[in-house]
């Protein structure tokens, strides 16, 4: 039982290239989410979802694209690297979309640079 | 809007030094959930406790124990007798209800404990 798996766990961009980071939950979790992490801001909400083709923005999405097609994966999209989004980034899951049953798993996150 | 907030952003006690991380919080909503994770040096998440809003019932787990009082909008989390391996950053976080009937955790920006030996 694997957990919260997100990869790389480490990446560096340039501005304006792409990348794609992944997040994978073997728990048959219905809630799943990215959060980013910078210094002296705590966990900021970019994205959610409650479920297989269900999306919704957090506190900060902009910058950022998420699709759900299946309930194990939910990848976060960077189209267009910004300096701003050098951040740790960590997605979390939970079993399932009512109240209470907020993340509880999260993964070892990402750390992005972009230069 | 909901808010929390840790006024402590840095705490330092040596070693069997007991010592409490305050969270306050602000909501309108009638049921809410509080939660507190640790985040150790090598940077994961872990999950501490989770309480909901009808339960202010202290409770202790081993050396923590937390303290959730409604009434002063609070749920501070006390460290009895630290050790070295308690030297982390402490987040507090706070459900917030989305129009889509799920919910979000709104963090505070954490308290980073360190205890000397």
């Known amino acids: 039982n694997a957990g919260v798996t997100q990869t790389p766990k480490f990446q560096v961009l340039k501005t304006g290239q792409s990348m794609t980071l992944q997040c994978a939950q073997d728990?048959?979790?219905?809630?799943m989410s990215w959060y980013r992490q910078d210094p002296g801001m705590g966990l900021r909400l970019i994205h959610y979802?409650?479920?297989?083709?269900?999306?919704d923005q957090g506190e900060v999405p902009n910058g950022y694209n998420v699709s759900r097609s299946t309930t194990e994966d939910f990848p976060l999209r960077l189209l267009s690297a910004a300096p701003s989004q050098t951040s740790v980034y960590f997605c979390?899951?939970?079993?399932?979309?009512?109240?209470?049953?907020?993340?509880?798993?999260f993964g070892d996150g990402t750390r992005l640079s972009i230069l | 809007a909901q808010k929390v907030t840790q006024a402590q952003t840095e705490i330092s006690v040596v070693e069997k030094e007991d010592v409490t991380l305050d969270c306050v919080y602000e909501?309108?909503?009638?049921?809410?959930?509080l939660f507190w994770y640790k985040q150790p040096p090598s940077g994961e998440l872990v999950f501490l406790i989770r309480?909901?809003?009808?339960?202010?019932q202290n409770e202790i787990s081993g050396r923590y124990s937390w303290n959730f009082q409604k009434s002063t909008s609070s749920f501070n989390f006390t460290i009895t007798a630290s050790q070295v391996v308690d030297s982390a950053v402490y987040f507090c976080?706070?459900?917030?209800?989305?129009?889509?009937?799920?919910?979000?955790?709104?963090f505070g920006k954490g308290t980073k404990l360190t205890v000397n030996p």
């Open positions: 979390a899951s939970s079993p399932d979309r009512g109240r209470g049953s907020q993340p509880q798993h």
């Open positions: 728990m048959n979790h219905e809630y």
């Open positions: 979802s409650v479920g297989a083709g269900i999306t």
């Open positions: 909501t309108r909503d009638t049921t809410y959930y």
């Open positions: 309480r909901n809003s009808f339960d202010e």
């Open positions: 976080a706070l459900s917030e209800a989305t129009q889509g009937g799920s919910e979000k955790l709104v």
